[in-house]
């Protein structure tokens, strides 16, 4: 009991710390106006609550109704150097549950205009969604692997200044993350139980995501191959199984076709097929464009040294013939997401990668559970965890400043290199004393991302990441 | 459980819901919806936003990608201060000179009956902004300087 509670307390408390870490100074940093579809989106929310016209900003031409207008809030036009704003209604870009969910609360909170919809108001709701995820990744882990996996990968969710920074901002991709991990738990509990529930949840779900943004259809394609991995070929279980799952779900996603056309059938398809043949930009460059850039919006990188490991795991788990039930889970996610980003990808904006990022941890996380319990790739897993935490201790410290540890740094680590290779050919085993060092250096790290999170200030983003 | 019924009552239902909020939505925009309404939306300022009295604290930072239709608005104060901008003609409801100061006071929150209380003196395109000029049609890319008085300069350039 007490051993459960205090599981309990360090489950909430890194809860807690993910939703501080995100509160803080989070209506000025991403810079409001950096990205206006937060704006946007709120505008839409706002505008069907007060008069049920969704009026937004959209870039996509085949609006009957577009008008250029310079909406000051946070004093956008002060701060940054944006053009006028291309307003559109009925706008049809993406469905508008996001937009309810930010603009109803700028509503009840008591915006009346677009230019009460300032950062401070709106930007709250997605950081509470932000948090929750952070609880539904560690709830992953918790169900489908040990608590300690769980904890790993919260700290690392929770505190990545990149993840950090992304969280704040308006955009369906932050919705979208939710949706998918909560899928995923569904699914891993309705392969242990088959129960007709958990496949009830996983659809409503699923439906609901379509209606943050169209890539929403994610949840499909991972339930899709899910079951596939599950059964191991295409039978009849397997298409019962889908079939009533896409019972479910796309009557959901059919709300939003009701939604459109209540503003005229020809306005939603023109919209709808204009989105369809938006500049299509990321090409074959997108993979590595995709691992060697971690981007928040378009021109702003903040390199993560987390995601770039995390591809590598998840690459090595190609190589992997034989993998559990919630590894699979993993991979298939990520090849979900991954087809679903090259087939609507357009230009490269950072929120597009954002749904890869809590799946790229949980590889990661997972490439620890299974060498740390079962003792193998030791080697392997040490060199990971040196490199994430050398690239986080150089992003914190910088090369000058290094150097007075630079000979320890030299000499300790070909000499643990060393005595592990020595290990491996003598064929004894590693002593647990290696567990704690490379748990000790994933700690380190997240440390170390704190660290960094507390250095971000107005001036550090302008100097340094702008 | 029985998935075929659950299925068939499910869609009902769903289906049911949809054109409910079909026709729910047609109504409620018919009703609410209206083109004052939308300007209301778009042009009304903040409750909260900072009004100023210094017509140099702000500026509009664009350089809007419109060819030459443009205007540019140029505020010079008499502590060496100034605020300059460039507004998009398309983004400005009604093209007169009077009324883009207008907007340019909306967009900045400042009231505009300032410029004639303090007796700013505003020329446009290097004339004087009289009553007559300030209801007419402004040209494309041409400029607007307000100076706190008569006997300023432009700061950035040697003289007037």
Redesign the interface.
């Known amino acids: 009991m007490i051993k459960k509670s205090f599981k309990f307390l360090i489950f909430i408390s890194i809860i807690v710390l993910a939703f501080f870490l995100r509160k803080k100074n989070y209506a000025q940093i991403p810079i409001p106006g950096q990205s206006v579809d937060e704006y946007s989106y709120s505008w839409v929310g706002l505008s069907l609550i007060k008069t049920g016209m969704p009026i937004g900003v959209s870039g996509i031409p085949g609006y009957q109704n577009q008008f250029s207008k310079y909406i000051n809030v946070d004093r956008l036009y002060q701060t940054l150097s944006s053009d006028p704003l291309s307003i559109n209604y009925p706008w049809m870009d993406h469905p508008p549950l996001l937009g309810l969910i930010t603009g109803g609360y700028a509503a009840i909170s008591g915006a009346n205009v677009f230019e009460d919809t300032t950062s401070l108001l709106i930007r709250r709701p997605i950081i509470i969604i932000s948090t929750i995820s952070v609880a539904l990744l560690m709830i992953f882990c918790w169900l489908n692997f040990r608590f300690l996996t769980a904890v790993i990968s919260g700290s690392i969710y929770a505190t990545t200044p990149l993840i950090v920074l992304s969280s704040r901002m308006i955009q369906a991709e932050n919705a979208i993350i939710p949706c998918l991990l909560l899928v995923m738990i569904f699914s891993s509990l309705y392969f242990r139980q088959k129960k007709d529930i958990w496949l009830i949840f996983a659809a409503i779900i699923s439906g609901i995501a379509t209606l943050f943004k169209l890539t929403g259809v994610v949840c499909h394609l991972y339930i899709f191959f899910s079951l596939i991995f599950y059964y191991q070929k295409f039978n009849s279980k397997l298409f019962k199984d889908f079939l009533f799952f896409l019972g479910i779900s796309l009557p959901i996603t059919s709300l939003f076709f009701f939604y459109g056309i209540s503003y005229g059938s020809k306005n939603f398809f023109n919209i709808l097929f204009s989105n369809a043949n938006r500049f299509y930009g990321i090409g074959p460059n997108a993979i590595i464009d995709l691992i060697r850039n971690q981007r928040l919006t378009q021109h702003k990188f903040l390199p993560e040294i987390w995601l770039i490991i995390g591809w590598i795991t998840f690459f090595l788990s190609f190589s992997k013939t034989k993998k559990t039930l919630p590894q699979s889970l993993i991979f298939i996610s990520l090849i979900s997401y991954l087809i679903v980003y090259l087939f609507f990808g357009s230009q490269p904006y950072g929120w597009y990668t954002f749904p890869f990022w809590p799946l790229l941890i949980l590889s990661l996380t997972a490439f620890f559970d299974e060498n740390l319990t079962n003792q193998k790739n030791l080697l392997l897993t040490f060199i990971i965890a040196i490199t994430i935490f050398g690239a986080n201790l150089a992003r914190i410290m910088g090369i000058f400043e290094f150097q007075k540890y630079s000979t320890l740094w030299r000499f300790l680590i070909p000499a643990t290199i060393f005595f592990l290779i020595v290990k491996y050919l003598i064929k004894k085993p590693t002593s647990r004393i290696l567990n704690f060092i490379i748990l000790a250096l994933i700690f380190g790290s997240v440390y170390f991302n704190l660290y960094y999170l507390n250095q971000i200030t107005l001036d550090f983003w302008w100097q340094n990441i702008s | 459980?029985n998935?075929k019924k659950f299925?068939l009552i499910?869609?009902l239902v769903?289906?049911f819901?949809?054109?409910s909020?079909?026709?729910s939505?047609?109504k409620?925009?018919?009703?609410?919806?209206?083109t004052e309404?939308?300007f209301?939306?778009?042009?009304?300022?903040?409750?909260?936003?900072d009004k100023t009295d210094n017509l140099c604290k702000?500026?509009?930072?664009?350089?809007?990608?419109v060819g030459d239709q443009y205007i540019k608005i140029n505020f010079w104060c008499q502590n060496q201060s100034k605020a300059r901008s460039t507004?998009?003609l398309?983004?400005v409801p009604h093209t007169t000179a009077g009324e883009i100061l207008k907007?340019y006071a909306r967009?900045?929150?400042f009231d505009f009956n300032l410029i004639t209380q303090n007796k700013w003196y505003c020329l446009i395109n290097d004339q004087e902004l009289t009553e007559t000029n300030l209801k007419q049609e402004v040209r494309p890319a041409s400029t607007i300087d307000c100076f706190e008085n008569k006997n300023l300069y432009r700061h950035d350039q040697k003289e007037l």
Do not use: C
């Open positions: 459980m998935r299925i499910y869609l769903s289906f819901a949809g054109l909020l079909f026709f939505l047609k409620y925009s018919q009703h609410n919806f209206s309404k939308f209301t939306l778009t042009d009304t300022v903040a409750r909260v936003k702000y500026q509009i930072l664009s350089e809007p990608k507004l998009s398309a983004a907007e967009i900045i929150n």
